[in-house]
Each structure stands twice: as C-alpha cells, then as structure tokens.
C-alpha cells in the first residue's frame, strides 16, 4: 500500500502523535509511507515539508526573498519582522492579503496537488489530519478524492465551522455561521466572514467524496451534522491510541527520583501542547483548583503540580506549587512524568479525545477531567478517574483531593485505569482499525466509477489535477 498523509505537524501536539504513530506504524509493516506537514519536527526521513511559496509568481518570490533578508535584523529592535510581513503579503501578494483582511480564510497554497502525488503518481489512500494551521489548500480535495480513496480525520471542529477549532457552546455552524461570538478564538480571523468561510467549505464538501474519521461517537455525531456530511462517503469512529508499551505502569519512586520529585510529595499532572496556556485546556481553572487543592492539605506535605508542555518561565502570580516543564519528544521520558503522579488534571474548556487522558491511563495514573467533549468516553466516572462539570474549579479541586485522600481508592482506580487503557486505548489495536479501513476504501474506490469534479481551482493547479486524468 502507497500511503500518503497530511498534517499541520509531526511532532508536538495530539493530532500529531496520531499521525506520525500511523505514519510509522505502517512503514514497519512495509507499507510505502510519506507524511506532508507545513513544519517538520521529527527528523523522520519520510517527512516532507510542503512549500508553496516555490509555485507563486515571480514578483510573489522576489518579495518574499527580500522579506527573508530582513529576518536577521528582526532580532535588532529595527521592526524587520513588520516590514518583511507587509513584503510578504500586503506587497508581493495583495489580493491574498485582502482576502485575509476581509476575514476569509486563507485557501491559497499552489503545492497542495503536487505534494499529493507520489513520485509523479496518485497514492493507493491519501490520509488527511489537520488541514489549517496555514499550509493546505482544502479546494484541492475534490480534485484528490477523485484520483484517490481519501481520508479525513477530524481532531478537532474547524472542518465545518466558519474559523475556530472548537465552538464550544456555540450551534452556529448548524445554521451557517455569521456574527460569530468569538474572532479571536483559534484559529482566529480578522473580521467577521465566517458565513462565507462556511459557504466555501460546504461547496468543497458537496464535491467531495471522502471517508470521515473521528476519535470520539461525540465529535462524529457533530460531524453528522454538519456541512461535512455532503462529503461523507461513509464515517466512523475509531478511538485514538498509544503505545502500551512506553505508556505502562511503572515504580512511582523511581520515577520520582529520577526527575527530583519528593518522595513523600501529592503530585498532580497536567500535559498538552502549549501547556496551560492552551487556548482551549482552561488554565486558569486548573490553576485556581490547585490553590484550592493546597488549602485542603494537611500541613507538612508539599503539593506539585507539574504543568508539561508549555513555556517553563511562564510567570505565575503566587503559585508556588506549580513547575511548568517544557515540552517532552521523547513519550519515555513523558511516560516518567505520568507514573510519577498521584493525580493526572486535565480542565479543558474543549476537547475531541485528548492523548494525554489516554497516556495517563495507560501509565496507572487516576484522571480528573472536565466532561466535555469525548473525555466521557476515555473515563469511566467512578472508575478510572472523576469527571467534573466545565469551568468548575471547585468540582475540580473537590474530585482531586478526594482522591489525595484516599490512597485505596487511588489504588483500585489506577488497576482499572490499566486494564481498560489495555482493553481500548492500544496503538495496535488502532493501526490494525485504520489499516482495515483503508483496506475497504482502496476496495470500494476501485469498484466504482468517480468522475473529476469542476471547481474553481488556479490555472496551475487545473493542470495539476489534470496531469493524470
């Protein structure tokens, strides 16, 4: 099988794990693999950057050539960063930079098709994770489910909504968006055009025949819902995993020792790409809960909560008890950080299936999360760990002293936590889940006829699409 797969990234973050998980998981099965993403991290010689900015016009490359000259002087106080920006965009492509300004979002990245063929010919399953994150254009997907069976898993909301990656509470992407609440949530616009930014996405959906993958039964009854059923061909639900085998249960001391915990500390845990300042993990409730957590404490033993994944300098106004840890590659040494905790937190505002939830399962280690999203369906409440209500620091820090307290039901929530992360959440147990599923894409995309679908595409791109057809 010739697998291709897109991603915003390889390494750093939920999605990203998943995919470069998949992306490997293939390859040792002898699978050809390929991965695009808009920055490579790994190092993995599979993985490709994808770089449009070689495909535009001339006088686009000779403005963005300039625009790098000056980033050496961005450092110096003279405003480069500002000057090579309005080079860049409002300069040597202004029409693209209006179109921004305007709050539509940005579509325009000529190399999307011709990323997508491998060495000159169309792949057996094209893969899609993340597509924004500013690298893809999603109006080459009709053209790509056409020459091939496609994929899209949705690791979050953005695929059917006018700009944000969660919407939280808000049903207007049920009912075409527009006067939305929120501009600045990520990934944030300019001005309000999401209604037209949804219109352009249900017209790509609408041509589109692809097979639609979600972690959770939550995010694929939303998706159901939304534009991005014109497209589905089919859609399912399959659950995220990791690797049971890094992510195990292991001697708490050890761990502890090892990373200059005390032994006799309350130790909580908390992970997620950008730390607490996540725009969507809540920080500042999970903040407030430890300092109600510490008041709850009896005197003499030290509290910690170790915040992995974001800035290690972030100040923070009297918190004491907080450690922020910068971001983990390597899951052993991630693996250390969840065996050496006594509680795993995690107070998102949003959440589709978070890896971390998972992680801290599979390592022993009882969670205490907010229920939203798919989180219910990763934690068995009462079991393997407590769920609180949304934005509740107070739930929170109630759920995680519950369980300081109580070293026995500590105990037996860490067994079950164990079993069940076994019996659902194993990396195998999720490649074999995908490989099937493309097994039965590349089976039913040969089996039927697909004809090319018309749409707007840019004169290069047309030829693109139309090199193999």
């Known amino acids: 099988m010739r697998l291709l797969q897109f991603s915003t990234l390889d390494a750093a973050g939920g999605a990203a794990r998943i995919a470069m998980d998949l992306h490997r998981g293939a390859r040792e099965q002898g699978h050809l693999v390929r991965m695009v993403v808009k920055e490579g991290r790994s190092g993995d010689p599979d993985v490709y950057e994808l770089d449009s900015d070689l495909l535009r016009g001339r006088w686009a490359r000779a403005c963005a050539r300039l625009a790098e000259r000056l980033t050496p002087l961005a450092g110096r106080g003279l405003g480069a960063t500002t000057v090579g920006s309005a080079l860049r965009f409002a300069i040597g492509q202004p029409a693209r930079w209006w179109r921004i300004r305007r ?16 060495d000159g010919a169309w792949p057996d399953v094209v893969h899609c994770h993340n597509l924004h994150g500013s690298y893809f254009d999603l109006r080459a997907l009709p053209c790509i489910a056409s020459h091939a069976p496609t994929v899209v898993t949705l690791h979050d909301e953005w695929t ?73 061909a089919w859609s399912v639900a399959i659950p995220n995993g990791v ?39 809540d920080g500042a409730t999970m903040e407030d809960a430890v300092r ?30 907080v450690t ?30 978070p890896t971390s939830v998972l992680e801290a399962l599979a390592c ?25 209500p949304r ?29 069940d992360a076994r019996a659902r959440f194993g990396l195998r147990r999720m490649l074999g889940d995908y490989l099937s599923l493309y097994e039965r894409a590349i089976e039913e995309f040969r089996s039927r006829a697909t004809a090319v679908p018309q749409y707007a595409f840019a004169a290069r791109e047309r030829s693109a699409c139309g090199a193999k057809e």
């Open 103 to 118: 709050g539509q979002e940005d579509f325009d990245y000529p190399g999307t098709l011709q990323a997508t063929l491998l």
């Open 324 to 353: 922020y840890v910068p971001y983990q590659s390597d899951q052993r040494a991630l693996a250390r950080y969840y065996r050496s905790a006594d509680v795993y937190l995690h107070a998102a505002h949003a959440d589709t299936f």
């Open 160 to 232: 059917y909504t006018g700009h944000c990656a969660h919407a939280l509470d808000c049903l207007g992407w049920t009912l075409g968006c527009g006067r939305c609440p929120d501009l600045t949530r990520w990934p944030a616009i300019a001005r309000d055009d999401t209604a037209r930014n949804l219109r352009s996405k249900e017209s790509i959906w609408k041509q589109s025949s692809v097979i639609v993958v979600t972690p959770s039964r939550w995010l694929l009854d939303r998706a159901r819902r939304s534009v991005l059923a014109h497209a589905a």
């Open 391 to 419: 934005g509740s620091p107070d739930a929170m820090a109630s759920a995680a002293a519950r369980l300081l307290q109580d070293a026995d039901l500590r105990h037996a929530m860490s067994c079950a936590a164990v079993a």
């Open 292 to 321: 109600r957590i510490a008041a709850r404490q009896p005197t003499g033993r030290r509290l910690l909560l170790l915040a992995v994944g974001g800035d290690p300098t972030r100040p923070v106004a009297d918190l004491e008890h």
């Open 364 to 388: 022993g280690t009882p969670v205490v999360a907010t229920a939203v999203g798919g989180i219910p369906e990763q934690v068995r409440d009462g079991e393997t760990g407590l769920l609180t």
């Open 243 to 281: 690797d049971l085998s890094v992510f195990a249960p292991g001697d708490r001391l050890l761990a502890r020792r090892a990373l200059g915990i005390p032994d006799d500390a309350y130790v909580l845990l908390f992970v997620a790409h950008g730390g607490a300042a996540n725009p969507y993990k």
